[in-house]
């Protein structure tokens, strides 16, 4: 189609940006949505190398899927009626264990501590203010956040269940969707299209499966050590709810165990003194020389090998465009760049 003069030039390009602007507020507004098929696709990548491995092992495919999405639903079961409430049921005693430590720190030795130390500096007066302004808070304003994170948490868990039912769906057609994608390439180029996207999807699983393995370990290991210490006395609280989040933290790469490990720190001085402290601390340096040595380069073998910078600004850009779920959907996503990256465009620029 050819246009003749600059109206109707300028007309038709016009409509192009309208249109684009439209596609781009469709895909903003759907944009969680978006995110948990994301997360639930990505999901479903890390369990087709389990049902792969079980039908090298001469198991029926019907049989693979099955078993893995009963074990899969029952690891999610165990998840939300197992450790969450024990979870919920730490946070709460921890919650209520604050403000008795702030009064204490406020009125107790660290007043003294303050007063003595600082002479020229009115620590009383600030303190009292403090405890002032803890009194004339707007306790309905209060009320109103716990209202929106009470929201945000029940949004955080619909979202989950919705990841659940889309990763049961994907992983038992997950065959289907590549077929039906492959289609959509033309003939001649289908070959090397099918090769690259098998490489994906298989480095892709290898990497979810291996971020996932890491984390339990973490958490296992942080369990079994936090039991020990209270064998030999060594006090730790809420230990079930730092495990936990040590679990947590090492399902995201690079990052994920050292933020826990600060967290995780942080918690045990504040409930249990820098004693214990001081052997989590212990216990995470020696852990994390133990994944980054040992179980991280084994685990993630066969796995696209993301460089760290990559990693930092994947999740930032992700979770800033899609909170926590697009933070941890962007690392997968990295991956298959990379591996994009490595296996067309490097390949082409060495033959030009």
């Known amino acids: 189609m050819r246009i003749h003069n600059a109206f109707g030039l300028g007309l038709f390009g016009g409509l192009g940006v309208l249109v684009a602007i439209a596609i781009g507020g469709a895909v903003t507004s759907l944009s969680q949505v978006l995110t948990y098929v ?8 890390g369990l087709d190398p ?6 090298a092992r001469k198991v029926p495919r019907w049989a693979a899927i099955l078993i893995v999405l009963v074990a899969f639903a029952g690891i999610i079961t165990g998840l939300v009626f197992a450790i969450l409430p024990i979870v919920v049921d730490q946070i709460a005693k921890a919650s209520e264990a604050i403000p008795p430590l702030v009064q204490q720190i406020i009125n107790g030795e660290a007043r003294q501590w303050l007063i003595e130390r600082l002479p020229s500096v009115p620590v009383g007066d600030i303190l009292d203010g403090v405890i002032k302004w803890f009194e004339t808070l707007d306790y309905a304003s209060i009320a109103g956040g716990a209202l929106n994170v009470g929201l945000s948490i029940l949004t955080g868990v619909t979202g989950a269940i919705i990841v659940v039912i889309l990763t049961l769906y994907f992983t038992s057609s997950i065959k289907g969707l590549k077929r039906a994608l492959y289609k959509l390439v033309p003939a001649s180029k289908r070959p090397v299209f099918i090769d690259l996207a098998e490489q994906i999807s298989h480095s892709i699983g290898r990497f979810v499966i291996g971020q996932a393995t890491l984390g339990v370990a973490n958490g296992i290991l942080s369990s079994l050590y936090f039991l020990l210490l209270a064998a030999f006395g060594v006090e730790v609280s809420y230990w079930p709810l730092l495990a936990f989040l040590a679990m947590l ?7 994920g165990t050292i933020t826990a490990t600060v967290i995780n720190t942080a918690l045990v001085l504040m409930f249990d003194g820098p004693g214990s402290a001081i052997a989590v601390v212990i216990f995470y340096l020696v852990y994390m020389q133990l994944e980054a040595y040992v179980l991280s380069p084994r685990i993630m073998a066969q ?3 993301v460089p760290g910078a990559v990693v930092v600004i994947a999740a930032i850009a992700g979770g800033t ?5 697009g933070a941890l959907v962007a690392i997968p996503t990295a991956a298959a760049i990379i591996l994009i990256f490595n296996k067309v465009i490097v390949p082409k620029q060495d033959a030009a």
Do not use: C, D, K, R
């Open 50 to 55: 389990i049902i792969s491995w079980l039908e």
């Open 38 to 45: 994301g997360a639930a696709l990505f999901i479903a990548l």
């Open 249 to 255: 933290g090492s399902m995201i790469p690079l990052v």
């Open 303 to 305: 796995a696209v090998q």
């Open 321 to 325: 465009l899609l909170g926590l779920l």
